[in-house]
C-alpha cells in the first residue's frame, strides 16, 4: 500500500501534486523559497511549503492511501 501527501507546485499555474512518501530522499530549502524534494539521484522538484512543513507532513499527515481498505 502507497502513502502519499498532497503538496503545492509552484506554477502558473500552482498545482496540487501528491508525493509518494516511499520515493522522498530528501528535504531541502528550495530556490529563493519554498523547499525541494530530492527524488532518486538528481531528481528535484520545488514546492511552496517551507521544509519544516513539509517535514511535519511527511511525519503527521494527512496522508492518502492507496490499496484496500
Same mark, same amino acid.
Not at 28 to 39: P, T
Not at 47 to 58: A, G, L, Q, S
Given at each position: 500500500?502507497?502513502?502519499?501527501?498532497?503538496?503545492?507546485?509552484p506554477g502558473?499555474?500552482?498545482?496540487?501534486?501528491?508525493?509518494?512518501?516511499?520515493?522522498?530522499?530528501?528535504?531541502? #530549502?528550495? #530556490?529563493? &523559497?519554498g &523547499?525541494?524534494?530530492?527524488?532518486? *539521484?538528481?531528481?528535484?522538484?520545488?514546492?511552496?511549503?517551507?521544509? !519544516?512543513?513539509?517535514?511535519?507532513?511527511? #511525519?503527521?499527515? !494527512?496522508?492518502? *492511501?492507496?490499496?484496500?481498505?
Amino acid at each position: 500500500m502507497a502513502v502519499f501527501i498532497a503538496l503545492k507546485r509552484p506554477g502558473p499555474p500552482a498545482k496540487e501534486v501528491l508525493v509518494n512518501l516511499d520515493q522522498i530522499l530528501m528535504v531541502q #530549502q528550495g #530556490q529563493g &523559497s519554498g &523547499s525541494a524534494i530530492l527524488f532518486g *539521484r538528481e531528481h528535484s522538484v520545488n514546492f511552496e511549503e517551507d521544509v !519544516p512543513t513539509v517535514i511535519r507532513r511527511i #511525519q503527521t499527515g !494527512p496522508y492518502i *492511501r492507496t490499496g484496500p481498505g
